[in-house]
């Protein structure tokens, strides 16, 4: 995405993020399928509890509070997010549009809608409703952070059966991060996660105009900015639309199992020839 393609639309909100964190902890290789317990290979002939409990019971713990507590109902063994389902779903509303070098509208009929990135169709069962997801890569690294999202729309007020999608395309592929800082927020009150806490990641996306299934809804002519992103479609040099969103400012776990919270902020532009579908342009 170049600073020099125009237009855009800048969006903000919250990610919730329900990725499993017991994964994490040294004791699980991933690529034996294989968990370990007082050093020792875990016999996976015995009740999947007994390691649970095992878990439990490691230290060091720690409480909501974020301080370390013998009695605290959380564990780093396990994190705050054990149970965790993979499952990433954002908050966010488009809260102003870009129509030349700036100049930033905020009276676009488009300001205000909600953006949505949805997970992917299942044939099998037939959803129409799905979350994307977030994983790791590689659960030693904390560097391989990836989201796949497979539905990208936005324009939707209040519900879509009341004012209905402005766009809604398909989105192929999976989402790294692909810029990290592991000390973006520098000054906090003390907390066992404040490594956590400091992190930022920018993620990066991009969908072909001939993809399948892009849908233009019929109120997208009453915002300037829309039409013009949709007119910019029918250039040669556009291949369709690119995705741009941060995450920071993680919020602290307040119970076990439980999703954590992260800001959003992000950009919907062109994408253009010669551009990387997940990573940026020296010009961004």
């Excluded at 391989?144 to 004012?163: A, D, K, N, W, Y």
């Excluded at 920018?202 to 915002?223: I, M, P």
């Excluded at 993680?250 to 199992?257: C, G």
């Amino acid at each position: 995405m170049s600073i020099f393609n125009l237009p855009r639309l800048h969006f903000q909100g919250f990610a919730r993020i329900h990725a499993p964190t017991g994964h994490k902890n040294g004791l699980v290789d991933l690529s034996t399928n294989t968990v370990y317990m007082n050093g020792e290979r875990f016999d996976h002939r015995c009740p999947v509890s007994q390691y649970h409990e095992y878990l439990q019971r490691l230290e060091p713990r720690f409480n909501a509070e974020g301080h370390w507590d013998e009695e605290g109902p959380f564990s780093m063994a396990m994190g705050w997010d054990f149970g965790g389902n993979g499952h990433f779903a954002i908050d966010a509303k488009i809260i102003s549009a870009q129509r030349e070098a700036g100049q930033i509208d905020q009276c676009d009929p488009v300001v205000g809608r909600s953006v949505d990135m949805w997970g992917h169709y299942n044939d099998y069962i037939g959803t129409t409703f799905n979350r994307a997801r977030i994983f790791d890569c590689d659960p030693a690294s904390n560097w391989t952070t990836t989201i796949m999202v497979g539905q990208l729309t936005f324009g939707r007020l209040g519900g879509s059966h009341e004012v209905p999608y402005l766009l809604s395309v398909p989105v192929e592929g999976m989402q790294p991060a692909r810029w990290q800082d592991f000390n973006h927020i520098r000054e906090l009150p003390k907390h066992c996660l404040n490594p956590e806490f400091k992190r930022a990641a920018v993620h990066q996306f991009t969908v072909s105009k001939t993809a399948r299934d892009w849908l233009w809804g019929e109120e997208a002519v009453h915002s300037s900015t829309v039409t013009l992103l949709r007119k910019a479609m029918e250039r040669d040099d556009v291949l369709g639309l690119v995705v741009q969103f941060g995450l920071s400012n993680m919020s602290a776990p307040i119970q076990l199992d439980w999703p954590v919270f992260w800001e959003l902020h992000g950009t919907i532009g062109l994408w253009c020839e010669g551009e990387l579908s997940t990573f940026r342009t020296a010009d961004c």
